[in-house]
């Protein structure tokens, strides 16, 4: 059965954007960005919200025809291009996505048992919302997370409150040379 892995970068203060969605202090080096396209090719699709969506629709659908991008990155948007998108959104229409995409307009468990159960790699999950929404359903089966290292002070929280411990068992780390640090974890 396939799992479904919230993949997420964040501060060391825990906030995965600043204010005003700033993402600015990531620090996705070419040695990062190639374990990404690692990560992201073995992976079955992508669960995303409608805002991380657009933000990538923006830039990778065409970002290998652009000469002065890297080769890493060039890989990366044939990655996008071909992996299945689950657009979780209530304001999109389908006409608005492209590149793979299906909408799906709420998190119902028993459809992402469904998601699980089918043929395929793992299921990445994106997104603020669609994160906090997933947890709140207790539908994460294992965590991801990119420690990035600086505190920006306020934004908005990886995990939204929520009660009651979640124990988690630890499945590895890695340290990036940009000093970024990858924490896995998995449900027991």
């Not at 000469?67 to 209530?90: N, T």
Request: no cysteine; net charge negative; aromatic share 10%.
């Amino acid at each position: 059965m396939r799992k479904i892995v919230l993949m997420m970068s964040t501060s060391l203060d825990g906030f995965i954007e600043g204010p005003g969605r700033d993402i600015g202090w990531h620090l996705v080096d070419e040695e990062l960005h190639r374990h990404f396209n690692e990560e992201l090719r073995a992976m079955g699709g992508m669960l995303n919200g409608r805002v991380i969506y657009e933000l990538m629709a923006a830039f990778w659908p065409t970002a290998d025809q652009d000469p002065e991008v890297p080769e890493w990155m060039a890989e990366f948007a044939g990655i996008w291009r071909d992996l299945p998108k689950y657009v979780y959104s209530r304001t999109l229409d389908q006409a608005d996505l492209g590149w793979n995409s299906v909408l799906v307009r709420d998190v119902v468990p028993s459809e992402v048992a469904a998601l699980k159960a089918a043929p395929g790699g793992d299921l990445t999950l994106g997104g603020a919302d669609l994160a906090a929404s997933f947890l709140r359903h207790d539908l994460v089966d294992a965590y991801r997370i990119y420690v990035h290292p600086v505190r920006i002070g306020r934004g908005t929280p990886l995990f939204p409150p929520f009660a009651g411990p979640a124990p988690l068992r630890l499945a590895g780390t890695r340290s990036f040379g940009n000093g970024v640090v990858r924490l896995s974890y998995e449900r027991p």
